[in-house]
C-alpha cells in the first residue's frame, strides 16, 4: 500500500534542518520500499507491503506508522516533531472533495492541514467562528482546507489557531504541494 508522511517543521526558518538523502534513509531502514520526498519540508511517499502489528486500542494503522516514524526521526537527528500519515487513497479524496474548487486564483490561496485527530463538533465550531470575508475553512475528516484571501502568515490557521486553540496536532501544506505528493 503506498503512503505518504508529513513531518511538521521540517527545514523550515533553519531548523530541524534533514537532508532528505538521509531521511529517506531512515524510512528505508524501516522496511518501507519506493520512498520517493518531494521539496525540503518533509513529505515523503513510501510503499509498505509487509502487514501492520495489530493496533493498539483506539489507534489506527496511519497513526501506529506515524508514532514508528517519530521514533525513528527522534533516534536518528534527535528531533521531536509531529508525523502524520496517510494513504494515498486518502490525499486523492481531498483533492476530490475539496469544497474550494474554482474558488481560487493561485494555488497558494488553498492550504490543507492534516490533523492528528478529527475535531469535535466543538472544535468544528470554534474554528468556524473563525472565518471572515477572507477566511474560509471546510472539514474534511481529519483535514481542514483553507481558502485564504490574505497571506497565510496573517490568518489564525497560519497564527498556529488548530495546535494552539484547538490543541490538535496538525501540519499544512499549499494546494499545489497537496497535488505534488498526491502524484508521489
Keep these: 500500500m503506498r503512503y505518504i508522511a508529513l513531518l511538521r517543521g521540517i527545514n523550515v526558518g533553519g531548523k530541524n534542518m534533514i537532508k ?9 531502514s524501516l522496511g518501507f520500499d519506493n520512498v520517493k520526498s518531494y521539496i525540503n519540508s518533509g ?30 526521526i527522534q ?9 502524520m500519515v496517510r494513504t494515498a487513497a486518502e490525499i486523492q479524496q481531498v ?11 493561485n494555488d497558494k490561496d488553498v492550504h490543507v ?9 466543538n472544535q468544528q465550531a470554534l474554528l468556524s467562528a473563525q472565518e471572515t470575508e ?8 481529519r483535514h ?6 490574505i497571506s497565510i502568515l496573517d490568518s489564525a490557521v497560519g497564527k ?22 498526491a502524484e508521489m
Design 43 to 72: 513529505n515523503l511517499a513510501f510503499d509498505m507491503n509487509v502487514q501492520m502489528p495489530a493496533q493498539s486500542k483506539g489507534r489506527t494503522a496511519d497513526s501506529e506508522l506515524a508514532a514508528k516514524i517519530h521514533q525513528a
Design 95 to 105: 483533492i476530490a472533495n475539496n469544497p474550494f474548487e474554482g474558488q481560487f486564483e
Design 75 to 83: 533516534k536518528d537527528f534527535g528531533f521531536d516533531i509531529s508525523v
Design 134 to 141: 477572507t477566511e474560509n475553512y471546510a472539514v474534511l475528516g
Design 113 to 121: 492541514f492534516f490533523l492528528h485527530e478529527e475535531l469535535s463538533d
Design 20 to 28: 532528505m538523502e538521509k531521511l529517506r534513509a531512515t524510512f528505508e
Design 160 to 181: 498556529g489557531f488548530i495546535d494552539k486553540k484547538l490543541k490538535i496536532p496538525a501540519t499544512g501544506r499549499n494546494w499545489r504541494t497537496v497535488r505534488k505528493i
Design 144 to 149: 481542514v482546507l483553507s481558502n485564504l484571501k
